[in-house]
């Protein structure tokens, strides 16, 4: 039995090949073999707003091999990603071969390519699911109805070649409207205060002033700061006026989504979100480490999940177990609340095989892919450890000060006691200096007396909202609904390409052509680029 299986791009059809075996001719459609037309409006607005498709520039020979392909076969297996935009590839795909062949169609979907992944969604095959294709496809029709229908108004008000997108847009306007709200900030003037106490014993530690009258406090400005002072340094001896020490538990984070991967990657490691989805899809198609084939790393690279497959969590706890010991494993696994948005039948981004350390991978992977890799695992592993465990030591000292006021200063010292899951990020450095601390402060008692060594005053001011990085505009579009996992890389990339945002230094700073283009768009269009248009939009099409 001859059985044609068809992925999007030729490195997953690779790697899927060697696990399949001889009984299946495996293809790859290149992505999309049909869109909307590039020079045209491509909908039929009259007619219940039909898509007109056409055939993409680079699928007429993909297509032409298919087709072939097609009439051979007694069995067409459709396995683009399992996404709405893999859903919509699958459906054009049937559409356009279905002539071709009297074959039936399955849909199959994996989330990751391994043997067994492989293997079960062959066995699990199914129908294309319409509903995604129409959410696709209504999302298509209605960014091409706003690309073609608005970006002519800018070429004539704004400048020629401008063009609109109906979520890039609403990214701009995030981005603009941060940058005025910087430049209409006023700085207020305050200062800060800070001691050092000796004990009894000799030994010093630092404290900050916290509160007045056990209220909080600004001190507005440099006379207001020296009549502070005096009143403290002619008040009462200074006496502990709390010890407090109390157990901490700190929880591990979970595992990657599209978002919180983009975004641990911008920080750490410098990546844009262009270059963290292409090293991560890299690690997604299949990777040749050593085992006899190419193989992929991390399972699906554009999800909004927080789940976890149980065998995953099993592999986990025995690769914890061994390595770290029983007291790193939890006595249930940890389990991670999905926002109401989130496609729960996807996975988390996670490594497909828990074994293979960033240490084993080192002679295999790039230095970028190794770094993406190496961020993915740990925060995998760690998601499914048992907590940190610290201590923390408060101290509270009492100053009467000669004015009348009541002055409370405060210190705070974290002990690490259990590191948990922390053990995949142990810093000995800090850790070291907070112990030294924590006992000298452990060591105080109520009503012990102090002397006040040494204060320093510090004038600061009020700071601006901070310019937007990539990724905290990330976080802010998922925050506010604005696109999904799949297009979030696309919008940053789309605002800088077309020259409305810069990035200088890691920060997002929109240009003169920006800000034109969004206060033409917000004054003309208010409804079609409003920020919670745009997030109901998205929550419809899901």
């Known amino acids: 039995m001859s059985k044609l299986l068809i992925v999007e791009s030729p490195t997953k059809a690779r790697t899927i090949g060697k696990m399949l075996g001889k009984d299946y001719d495996i293809f790859a459609s290149m992505g999309h073999i049909r869109d909307l037309p590039e020079r045209d409006l491509g909908v039929d ?34 396995a683009p990603d399992p996404d709405r935009e893999g859903e919509a590839i699958a459906w054009h795909l049937a559409e356009v071969l279905n002539k071709s062949t009297k074959a039936p169609f399955y849909r199959v979907t994996f989330h990751e390519i391994t043997r067994s992944a492989i293997e079960r969604a062959m066995q699990e095959k199914g129908e294309i699911n319409l509903n995604l294709v129409d959410a696709q496809q209504s999302r298509r029709v209605l960014d091409r109805i706003v690309g073609y229908q608005v970006s002519p108004l800018l070429w004539s008000r704004i400048e020629k070649g401008s063009s609109a997108g109906r979520v890039q847009s609403a990214a701009l306007r995030l981005v603009v409207e941060r940058e005025r709200a910087i430049n209409a900030f006023v700085p207020e003037e305050y200062w800060v205060f800070s001691v050092v106490f000796r004990t009894e014993s000799g030994e010093e530690f630092t404290s900050r002033l916290f509160k007045i009258n056990g209220k909080d406090f600004k ?24 010890v407090t020490t109390a157990e901490r538990k700190r929880y591990a984070q979970a595992p990657f989504t599209t978002s919180t991967l983009q975004q641990a990657a911008n920080v750490s490691l410098h990546y844009s979100a262009t270059n963290t989805m292409r090293y991560a899809q890299q690690l997604y198609e299949g990777m040749d480490v050593g085992e006899g084939g190419a193989v992929g790393l991390i399972t699906y690279m554009r999800t909004d999940s927080v789940t976890i497959a149980r065998e995953a969590q099993q592999a986990a706890a025995e690769f914890i177990r ?31 095989d828990v074994r293979r350390t960033p240490e084993q991978m080192a002679a295999y992977l790039d230095p970028q892919q190794l770094k993406l890799y190496t961020l993915i695992w740990r925060r995998f592993v760690a998601s ?21 006021n009541g002055y409370t200063f405060r210190t705070t010292a974290t002990v690490p006691v259990f590191p948990g899951h922390s053990k995949v990020y142990e810093d000995v450095a800090k850790r070291k200096d907070e112990t030294q601390e924590a006992a000298v402060l452990g060591s105080l008692r109520e009503r ?45 990339r789309t605002i800088q390409d077309r020259n409305y945002v810069n990035r200088e230094q890691g920060k997002l700073i929109p240009s003169e052509l920006g800000f034109s283009v969004n206060d ?5 269009l208010p409804a079609l680029f409003d920020i919670g248009f745009t997030a109901q939009m998205e929550k419809e099409l899901d």
Do not use: C, W
Not at 478 to 488: A, F, L, V
């Open 448 to 492: 012990d007396p102090l002397e006040l060594r040494k204060f320093d005053k510090e004038q600061k001011f009020t700071e601006p909202p901070p310019r937007y990085t990539e990724a905290s505009l990330i976080k802010e579009l998922e925050e506010n609904g604005i696109g999904r996992p799949s297009t979030y890389a696309t919008i940053l």
């Open 45 to 78: 607005i009259a007619n219940h707003f039909a898509p007109q498709y056409v055939d993409t520039a680079r699928s007429k020979s993909v297509v032409k091999e298919l087709k072939s392909a097609a009439k051979k076969a007694d069995e067409i297996y459709l």
């Open 384 to 404: 499914q450890m048992t907590p940190a465990v610290v201590n923390l030591t408060t101290v509270d000292v009492g100053v009467d000060g000669s004015d009348g």
């Open 219 to 242: 001190v507005p400005n440099a006379e207001a700061a020296e009549q502070l002072i005096r009143a403290i340094q002619g008040g009462s001896t200074p006496a502990v006026a709390s």
């Open 322 to 352: 061994r390595t770290y010991g029983d007291a790193y494993v939890p006595a249930k696994f940890n389990y991670y609340k999905n926002k109401a948005a989130a496609q729960e039948a996807h996975e988390a981004i996670r490594p497909t």
């Open 520 to 524: 033409f768009l917000v004054e003309r």
